[in-house]
T-cell receptor, first 110, second 113 residues
Framework: QKEVEQNSGPLSVPEGAIASLNCTYS??????FFWYRQYSGKSPELIMS????GDKEDGRFTAQLNKASQYVSLLIRDSQPSDSATYLC??????????FGGGTRLMVKP | EAGVVQSPRYKIIEKKQPVAFWCNPI?????LYWYLQNLGQGPELLIR????????DSQLPKDRFSAERLKGVDSTLKIQPAELGDSAVYLC???????????FGEGSRLTVL
């Protein structure tokens, strides 16, 4: 079974700090990697996608991928209380199968 | 542009009763997904459609769950009979590329008493 692992948290950071969220996956054949944000009581929304090794930056968000280590991370710079949510890592396998991790709950304290 | 539409938003039923959920994906999105999400957990795939063909339904409990996607657009997910353990949020999502860039509906929250 394809697995995607995340620390459930909560991860608590002060406002303005960098939040670092991590994810590991089991299938070496995985091709595409995504981060979704889910506010309490709401549905997931896509915030980042990354397809090749290295870093991808979008505003305050940076996704990092290391396929050799089977590791994906999301950095949130200048964290804001509005960033408080659950962050879901998702991995796409062969045949466009998408598997989600259990999510990490982030709390940004003012 | 309208997003993914799901109904009903909330449903409370007694065990052994049937229930159905409906989903209308974003126009032009050929891939449609049904996920189940329990509290505090990530979404779990139930079934994935490419147009009207179910291409991944290995996690769908076929003894009680069924799904269809007529004409490759709207989809219905049915549970009959419902069990207490089916209480969860049922999420519908659609994608144009099928690569993992999903757009989710607001979900249908099922409570089985």
């Amino acid at each position: 079974q394809k697995e995607v692992e995340q620390n459930s948290g909560p991860l608590s950071v002060p406002e303005g700090a960098i939040a670092s969220l991590n994810c590991t996956y089991s299938d070496r054949g995985s091709q595409s990697f995504f981060w979704y944000r889910q506010y309490s009581g709401k549905s997931p929304e896509l915030i980042m996608s990354i397809y090749s090794n290295g870093d991808k930056e979008d505003g305050r968000f940076t996704a990092q991928l290391n396929k050799a280590s089977q590791y994906v991370s999301l950095l949130i710079r200048d964290s804001q209380p509005s960033d408080s949510a659950t962050y879901l890592c998702a991995v796409s396998h062969a045949g466009n199968m998408l598997t989600f991790g259990g999510g990490t709950r982030l709390m940004v304290k003012p | 542009e309208a997003g993914v539409v799901q109904s009903p938003r909330y449903k409370i039923i007694e065990k052994k009763q049937p229930v159905a959920f409906w989903c209308n994906p974003i126009s032009g999105h050929n891939t449609l997904y049904w996920y189940l999400q329990n509290l505090g957990q990530g979404p779990e795939l139930l079934i994935r459609y490419e147009n009207e063909e179910a291409v991944d339904d290995s996690q769908l409990p076929k003894d009680r769950f069924s799904a269809e996607r007529l004409k490759g657009v709207d989809s219905t997910l049915k549970i009959q009979p419902a069990e207490l353990g089916d209480s969860a949020v049922y999420l519908c999502a659609s994608s144009f590329s099928g690569r993992g860039e999903l757009f989710f509906g607001e979900g249908s929250r099922l409570t089985v008493l």
